[in-house]
């Protein structure tokens, strides 16, 4: 028979939190506790909080744009 090595006994015996706030996780919102955080999450994610790193660097295009962009925002 073989044995479980304590890296695997251990990762059995843990059990992951919510990622928002460190409850226990219900499976109908995993990786979440509630639908609550599931929704703080999704803003953070829609209001840049999170970021992918990237090592592309934007064309001329997108810069201009973005400089546009910004600039509408601050004649608002």
Do not use: H, V
Request: aromatic share 6%; glycine share 6%; net charge neutral.
């Amino acid at each position: 028979m073989a044995d479980i090595s304590d890296f695997e006994k251990s990762k059995r015996k843990r059990k992951a939190g919510c990622a928002i706030c460190g409850k226990p996780i219900d499976k109908a919102f995993r990786p979440f506790c509630s639908e609550r955080c599931k929704t703080i999450d999704l803003g953070r994610w829609l209001g840049g909080e999170y970021r992918l790193q990237t090592n592309e660097e934007p064309d001329e295009a997108e810069l201009l744009d973005l400089a546009q962009a910004m600039e509408e925002r601050r004649e608002r």
